[in-house]
């Protein structure tokens, strides 16, 4: 199994895992809303004549867990979805290989209750 964890924009969060979905068939996600900054150190604004720097910028952290043979195909859904059109900001995707990943209901390794309850 492999963790796919992206930073987003807010307002990317839906398309993103839309895209997922219809790409990779992988459904379930789990979305943790998150601040932060990278390159662009934050964004300076002017409000009622006073000028106001936000250092951090809301973004989410999207965490799936995918099959191996997943993975490759949600890094680049989860990239092109992600993509804003803007300069910066847009966020990154990362892999982790992860083990031992239990299914809570059944107690079973996912990927045999996956199995299971696809049979």
Wanted: charged share 30%; glycine share 8%.
């Amino acid at each position: 199994m492999t963790k796919v964890e992206a930073i987003v924009l807010r307002e990317r969060v839906e398309t993103v895992i839309d895209a997922v979905e219809e790409q990779t068939g992988h459904v379930g996600v789990t979305v943790v809303e998150a601040v932060g900054h990278g390159r662009q150190r934050g964004i300076t604004h002017e409000y009622r004549g006073r000028v106001f720097e936000s250092r951090f910028l809301p973004k989410a952290l999207l965490t799936f867990v995918v099959a191996d043979e997943l993975a490759r195909a949600a890094v680049a859904t989860i990239a092109d979805a992600a993509r804003s059109g803007n300069d910066c900001g847009d966020g990154l995707v990362w892999t982790t290989r992860v083990e031992h990943v239990t299914h809570n209901r059944t107690g079973l390794p996912l990927e045999r209750a996956e199995k299971e309850e696809a049979a």
